[in-house]
């Protein structure tokens, strides 16, 4: 490797040393990946099955469940394996598909949330155009949403596998694309100023829009009645909360990934990573489940059924 050769393994460093406390890492685990596909998959359920429910807004939040569900798969099943396991190493061509996998997930949630912004933005702002702007155009608004990303992350992904790498410990406890890069033998300014481009581009750009949006939404409210402000802030509550969570734990993911893994405690670089593939799958069905009352109305209805057949 000292002659830049790629390695075909990578090795989590960061699963050394966890002895017994590996066991009760994985029971701690375990349910809360189950929990998270079992909300996931209700909220998928109940939008799906529900005439009522057909709309641009309910559409969109199953689209959040169904890219939680994807993300969740790409991360939980290969680090509870991990914690198991005496021996953590990750074939190359699994460690780029991960990376992949995660990055359109970030991508996607950001996409998404940006479509949601606009979704109750012309619903609040522009009421009389909502059917020619969101309902006639959520497919294509959508499509457009999951294209961009899967260009932007596949030219990231082709540059890195492209790299010679020196070494073959990944400091994470998954695949990421700048601990890779960080391994190369060569200069990375391309890397670098892709991976830049592409942040820029399928997050920041998502986050100013929603911001913008939210923020001409509450000028609107300002000027209306008391009755209008107050249902059109409960509709814009769980995509508010929704988005702060996962702008916050993005924000510590970026952050992260610049820092040398010795500079920071390793129980501090673990908990960021867990937050950023883990709050947001298991957060967002229960703020959508519980705030929104369509849907908490056809959840509870679903869970009785359920339970007159048993």
Request: proline residues 5%.
């Amino acid at each position: 490797m000292e002659n830049g050769t790629s390695p075909f393994y990578f090795n989590f460093i960061m699963f050394e040393d966890q002895g017994l406390y590996r066991y009760l890492y994985f029971c701690m685990c375990l349910p809360l990946y189950i929990a998270i596909i079992t909300s996931n998959i209700i909220i998928i359920i109940v939008v799906s099955l529900e005439e009522t429910l057909h709309k641009p807004m309910y559409f969109l939040i199953s689209c959040l469940s169904i890219n939680s569900l994807y993300g969740s798969v790409a991360f939980f099943p290969r680090f509870m394996m991990d914690l198991l396991s005496d021996i953590h190493l990750i074939s190359r061509p699994a460690c780029f598909t991960q990376i992949c996998v995660i990055y359109l997930y970030a991508s996607y949630e950001f996409s998404i949330l940006g479509i949601m912004a606009y979704d109750r933005y012309v619903a609040i702002c522009q009421p009389l155009h909502y059917h020619n702007n969101v309902t006639l155009k959520i497919r294509q608004l959508i499509a457009f949403a999951w294209t961009y990303p899967m260009f932007i992350v596949g030219l990231i992904v082709y540059l890195s596998v492209k790299l010679p790498l020196c070494d073959n410990r990944i400091a994470r406890i998954f695949c990421s694309n700048w601990a890779v890069v960080r391994l190369s033998c060569v200069d990375t300014r391309l890397n670098n100023a892709i991976g830049m481009l592409g942040t820029i581009t399928s997050i920041f750009l998502p986050l100013v829009f929603v911001l913008y949006t939210y923020l001409r939404i509450l000028l609107v409210c300002r000027k209306s009645s008391t009755e209008y402000r107050g249902k059109a802030l409960q509709t814009c509550l769980p995509h508010i909360v929704t988005f702060v969570n996962y702008s916050i734990t993005t924000f510590c993911e970026i952050t992260l990934s610049r820092y040398e893994p010795n500079e920071l405690n390793p129980f501090i670089l673990v908990i960021l990573s867990l937050e950023f593939v883990v709050i947001p799958p298991i957060l967002n069905p229960l703020i959508y489940g519980l705030k929104l009352p369509e849907i908490r109305k056809h959840i509870l209805k679903l869970l009785s059924f359920q339970k007159m057949i048993s």
